[in-house]
């Protein structure tokens, strides 16, 4: 399949709705015509294309709710929170664009009029967390919404929002028979946005306050909760069940055990250096660290990923503070601690993949890997290309180890 967008970057980015798809996103006319609208034009003409179509249907919601259509206004609600999501995408980072913080706004407001329409309504909660709370969303099976049920958290990565994991994950296992948790963590989402909160390595600590909340809820099954990641969640998972023993299934999409070595052996192929020479990415010299700037700067996705994203999210000022921090998200040590049945997913062209089965090997528990080809367009990042195949093995898998 050729690229949608005309710009690499932004193909990336707009082409992530195709995963929503068979989930109540918008029609693969809507993405091809916003991508059209966007031509040849930059950042800002992407954000404005992906504005136009969610205000678009939005008032075509409000219309909806007007003459009393309330499932198809929340249909179009959907769509909307879905195209103010995707606008944000390449403006995501510092310095904070004050437009990055109006979709976010945008998205969230059309999310909660979409939640609050739905026949068993989602219900909004906060989850006391230090001296704050967190942003959490309850959504009840489909067909289940007030029986005691398994209960699957969903836990974002970088830049994802909970709009995301809405239609990647939750309305899948939502048609599965599962109530489903998603909120911001640290980092993410709101926390990130308005708060200015960063990512956090103990994700331990975040999910033992999440569940905190969800065994007072009375639809939720307490010996079954599960917790689910995706991306930069594929470690927070793991983590997260290595500090927690109410989890009873631990998801990582993909398995990744830490956040150092993926940049260790980019550091290799980029700029040449050895293994010795970044073994510690927090003492790396001088010199190299140059180099390493100098590439990440003149190349759109890693500046993007890097300089805008990552020094943002993880609380960092500058490359050296920045790689000294991802050090810390790492799993090592902590592969035992983790009991529960453990599934880990592996794409085929996927760097964050490339450690899952070292990974696989080094867990103790009751474990599972699966993989994923680019011969079905899921080899690449968090299977989106074909994300209803990734549904459709990992609730099989859980089916069975819950039943």
């Not at 956090?200 to 909340?213: A, L, N, Q, T």
Request: glycine share 8%; proline share 6%.
């Amino acid at each position: 399949m050729g690229l949608l967008f005309k710009s690499d970057f932004h193909d990336e980015f707009g082409s992530w709705p195709l995963a929503y798809i068979p989930y109540g996103g918008i029609d693969f006319g809507e993405i091809l015509g916003i991508a059209q609208a966007v031509g040849d034009g930059d950042d800002s003409a992407f954000y404005q294309a992906w504005i136009t179509a969610g205000d678009r249907f939005t008032t075509e919601a409000t219309n909806a709710l007007d003459h009393g259509r309330r499932d198809v206004a929340r249909e179009l609600f959907l769509k909307a929170s879905e195209c103010y999501a995707t606008a944000k995408h390449p403006i995501f980072g510092l310095p904070v664009d004050p437009r990055l913080v109006a979709a976010f706004r945008r998205q969230t407001a059309a999310f909660d009029q979409a939640m609050a329409l739905s026949k068993t309504p989602a219900t909004p909660i906060r989850i006391p967390f230090e001296t704050g709370s967190l942003p959490a969303y309850f959504i009840p099976a489909i067909e289940f919404p007030d029986s005691a049920r398994p209960l699957l958290i969903l836990t974002n990565g970088y830049d994802g929002t909970i709009i995301d994991m809405y239609f990647a994950s939750a309305v899948a296992a939502l048609n599965r028979g599962y109530h489903c948790l998603l909120f911001d963590g640290p980092g993410q989402g709101e926390m990130l946005i308005e708060h200015g909160m960063p990512l956090r390595p103990d994700w331990e600590k975040v999910i033992s306050s999440v569940i905190d909340v969800a065994v007072a809820l009375p639809q939720v099954d307490r010996t079954r909760i599960v917790i689910s990641g995706w991306s930069l969640g594929g470690y927070f998972s793991p983590r997260a069940a290595s500090g927690d023993d109410r989890i009873a299934a631990c998801i990582a999409d993909p398995g990744l055990p830490g956040l150092a070595d993926s940049f260790r052996r980019a550091a290799q192929g980029l700029v040449g250096a050895s293994p010795e020479e970044v073994a510690d990415l927090g003492t790396i010299d001088r010199h190299l660290l140059d180099r390493l700037e100098d590439v990440i700067h003149s190349n759109r996705k890693l500046n993007w990923s890097v300089i805008q994203r990552g020094y943002w999210a993880n609380g960092t000022a500058g490359l050296k503070a920045y790689l000294a921090s991802l050090e810390t998200y790492s799993m090592s040590g902590r592969e035992s601690l983790i009991r529960c049945p453990t599934l880990l997913t592996m794409t085929e062209n996927d760097p964050l993949s490339s450690a899952a089965k070292d990974f696989y090997d080094s867990l103790t528990c009751p474990k599972t890997l699966l993989t994923f080809t680019a011969d079905r367009r899921a080899g690449d990042h968090c299977e989106m290309k074909n994300r209803s195949w990734l549904n459709r093995r990992v609730l099989d898998w859980l089916d069975e180890v819950l039943a």
